[in-house]
């Protein structure tokens, strides 16, 4: 039996996600958390196979941040990102954290079961349109943002301060500012509103 922790803040996804899931006779939901902190709490009490992950939880944190702590356990679970978001930043950002797979949650009911086994039999689970993406990235000679400028990228366009950003990731305005440094000679650009811009137009951020 695969045991499966669902985290998403919203109860009629969750609720979706148990009746779709209990058609499968291995697979059996034993836990929700509606919050980053409630899903790594959960997936340490409980000891699930694998937590179905949301990246966006109308807070602070995030899914990838929940996923990173998750896979730092002493007996981790394998997490499969289920998400809205398909963005490289999204995905990166995920798979960097130690996702075993990505899938968006128009994915039909039989990939995400299938994905789920795959996860928990320590494959990796990426939809074919994500898997894509990434091979697409690889090739491309656009610059390459590390996770850490990407994230401090997106709070920019989010329109955060440097103050604010330096409070949210826990560093130092300077750090901030030589990030932005960084991703500006990387994009090529001089602004702000540019380096959004060019971001987006690359797909690095969503």
Avoid: C, W
């Avoid at 929940?66 to 809205?84: D, E, G, K, Y």
């Amino acid at each position: 039996m695969i045991r499966i922790l669902l985290a998403d803040d919203h109860p009629v996804v969750r609720t979706g996600l148990r009746a779709m899931l209990a058609d499968a006779a291995d697979l059996q939901v034993i836990g929700e958390g509606e919050t980053p902190d409630e899903a790594v709490a959960l997936a340490r009490e409980l000891n699930p196979d694998v937590v179905l992950m949301d990246l966006q939880f109308g807070t602070d944190r995030t899914g990838a941040d929940a996923t990173r702590q998750i896979r730092s356990l002493p007996t981790p679970p394998a997490v499969l990102v289920l998400t809205n978001y398909d963005t490289d930043s999204d995905i990166l950002g995920a798979v960097e954290a130690g996702a075993s797979g990505y899938l968006l949650k128009d994915a039909p009911p039989d990939e995400l079961i299938t994905s789920i086994r795959a996860a928990a039999a320590g494959q990796t689970a990426l939809a074919p349109a994500i898997a894509g993406r990434l091979l697409a990235r690889l090739r491309s000679p656009h610059p390459s943002l590390s996770s850490r400028e990407t994230e401090v990228l997106q709070l920019v366009a989010d329109g955060s301060t440097n103050n604010e950003i330096a409070s949210r990731l826990h560093i130092s305005d300077a750090t901030v500012k030589s990030h932005l440094v960084h991703i500006y000679t990387k994009l090529g650009v001089s602004s702000r509103t540019a380096a959004v811009a060019s971001a987006r137009d690359m797909g690095i951020l969503r």
